[in-house]
């Protein structure tokens, strides 16, 4: 069995709930009461996007970084 890695981004709500997604499997999302909880249903929700993905999406993506943008509103 081969191990790709990914990358995941976190994120916790206003209400404390953490959220997850690998951006480069599409509609790859989890969230979970705490970062573990998160970080498991992630897990599980990956494998199941891989397994119905016909091609090994990891090979036309690669993570390049994260900026932030500032913009200027009312």
Known sequence: MKNTPYIAYIE??????????????????????????????LREALALCIRNTE????????FVGIKELTIAHA
């Open 12 to 41: 916790q709500d206003e209400n404390g709930v953490f959220i997850g997604s690998i951006p480069s499997v599409p509609s790859c999302h989890a969230q979970g009461h705490t970062e573990e909880e998160m970080l498991e249903n």
């Open 55 to 62: 091609e090994d999406v990891a090979s036309h993506s690669r």
